[in-house]
Nanobody, 125 residues
Framework: QVSLVQSGGGPVQAGDSLRLSCAVSGGTFNGHQMGWFRQAPGKEREIVAAIRWNSGTWYYADSVKGRFTVSRDNAKNTVYLQMNSLQPGDTAVYYC??????????????????WGQGTQVTVSS
């Protein structure tokens, strides 16, 4: 019954910032983690970040570490991906997704059963 609705993508220039939103309905954060993924044309999907809310543990891919940050607004039941210092290599369709803790380690791309619809981020040089 959980669903995720994304917003906030678009075209930007290199060096700009962008914030993606993922609104959660039909569920809670307890016992779950949120993953952020991206997929560029001709490339495999890659995990860029994951957060386990109740334990405060997180993971960021080396390619985005120090530039991307995950946060949440409990009142709006929404999670965010703040993207700073965007580069052309960040161009991709970005997805949020959720799963329980028990599918695997926080950094593993396994067991994600509910996905947002995706949003395009295009970074020009």
């Amino acid at each position: 019954q959980v669903s995720l609705v994304q917003s906030g993508g678009g075209p930007v220039q290199a060096g700009d910032s962008l914030r993606l939103s993922c609104a959660v309905s039909g569920g809670t954060f307890n016992g779950h983690q949120m993953g952020w993924f991206r997929q560029a044309p001709g490339k495999e999907r890659e995990i860029v970040a994951a957060i386990r809310w109740n334990s405060g543990t997180w993971y960021y891919a080396d390619s985005v570490k120090g530039r991307f940050t995950v946060s949440r607004d409990n009142a709006k039941n929404t999670v965010y991906l703040q993207m700073n210092s965007l580069q052309p290599g960040d161009t991709a369709v970005y997805y949020c997704a959720t799963r329980t803790y028990y599918s695997g380690a926080i950094y593993e791309d396994v067991g994600y059963s509910v996905w947002g619809q995706g949003t395009q981020v295009t970074v020009s040089s």
